[in-house]
């Protein structure tokens, strides 16, 4: 079976392209409207709002203030659509592994010094990265424990 992660990963990496287009400085909503040729008069009496509750909304999407259900209909009165997406900055498949080496480091560090405390001595480093993997291992069993510590 192939974890949700990858199957996740799979299609954003097909969706990667599109976010390469930045939003206009002052916004799609003003952008749009302004390629349509529309006044904010006019898409204010679409919306059925006020001119100057359309600004509000050209302002609130650029500073991020805009909710995404005013921004939907903003959308709609334009006839388009809104694409929501999380692009997330690497892949999820290394988000979790590099998770997963970060807790094990924390574990065996946690051992090394018990270890040291008791005069025992400290594994070499081919012993010490053998244990790292089995512990990264053991968290990739249960990736859902990965996010139980900050």
Same mark, same amino acid.
């Given at each position: !079976?192939?974890?949700?992660?990858?199957? +996740?990963?799979?299609?954003?990496?097909?969706?990667?392209? @599109?976010?390469?287009?930045? &939003?206009?400085?002052?916004?799609? +909503?003003?952008? +749009?409207?302004? #390629?349509?040729?529309?006044?904010?008069?006019?898409?204010?009496?679409?919306? #059925?709002?006020? =001119?100057?509750?359309?600004?509000? !909304?050209? %302002?609130?999407?650029?500073? #991020?203030?805009?909710? @995404?259900?005013?921004?939907?209909?903003?959308?709609?009165?334009?006839?388009?659509?809104?694409?929501?997406?999380?692009?997330?900055?690497?892949?999820?498949?290394?988000? +979790?592994?590099?998770?997963?080496?970060? @807790?094990?480091?924390? =574990? %065996?560090?946690?051992?090394?010094?018990?270890?040291?405390?008791?005069? =025992?001595?400290?594994?070499? $480093?081919? =012993?010490?990265?053998?244990?790292?993997?089995?512990?990264? $291992? &053991? %968290?990739?069993?249960?990736?859902?424990?990965?996010?139980?510590?900050?």
């Amino acid at each position: !079976m192939v974890e949700a992660y990858r199957q +996740i990963d799979k299609r954003l990496n097909e969706l990667r392209p @599109l976010t390469l287009a930045a &939003r206009p400085a002052r916004g799609w +909503i003003r952008a +749009i409207r302004e #390629g349509l040729g529309m006044t904010m008069a006019q898409f204010a009496k679409r919306l #059925g709002v006020s =001119q100057p509750r359309v600004a509000e !909304m050209e %302002l609130g999407e650029v500073d #991020g203030s805009l909710t @995404l259900k005013s921004l939907k209909r903003a959308a709609e009165a334009l006839d388009c659509r809104v694409v929501y997406l999380f692009v997330p900055n690497q892949p999820l498949a290394d988000t +979790i592994q590099r998770r997963a080496l970060t @807790l094990a480091d924390r =574990q %065996l560090a946690s051992v090394e010094q018990t270890m040291r405390l008791e005069a =025992q001595g400290v594994s070499d $480093e081919d =012993q010490r990265e053998e244990s790292r993997q089995k512990v990264v $291992e &053991r %968290l990739l069993r249960h990736p859902a424990r990965l996010w139980d510590d900050p």
